[in-house]
Nanobody, 125 residues
């Protein structure tokens, strides 16, 4: 069965860096898009970044572009999110998700269908 297990969260100070990981199993990792989504306390889900694990194409929300880097290790079947220059507003529970690709006419979009349990990232001085 599909399993996604996040790790690496913690408490850091503003402007510090942190890398969170998502270990996957139960499916062919390189066949899927993968996504990081976060949720701050009392707020809704916010899309952070996605990657085509096959060709390495990456996509970022404007709020993290230039600071965060999504990557994958096809040997370890693991997804990463390197977070630099962290801000207090980055504080959230970070989830990884496996996506399926859907089409609407000539356009496409991702639907996150399997989720991990999340890892907490807290940015505070």
């Amino acid at each position: 069965q599909v399993q996604l297990v996040e790790s690496g969260g913690g408490l850091v100070q503003p402007e510090e860096s942190l890398r969170v990981s998502c270990a996957t199993s139960g499916f062919t990792f390189s066949n899927y898009y993968m996504t990081w989504v976060r949720q701050a306390a009392g707020k809704g889900l916010e899309w952070v970044s996605s990657i085509n694990t096959g060709d390495g194409s990456t996509y970022y929300a404007d709020s993290v572009k230039g600071r965060f880097t999504i990557s994958r290790d096809l040997v370890k079947n693991t997804l990463y999110l390197q977070m630099n220059s962290l801000k207090p507003e980055d504080t959230a529970l970070y989830y990884c998700a496996r996506d399926r690709k859907e089409y609407w006419g000539s356009m496409w979009y991702l639907v996150s269908e399997y989720w991990g349990q999340g890892t907490q990232v807290t940015v505070s001085s």
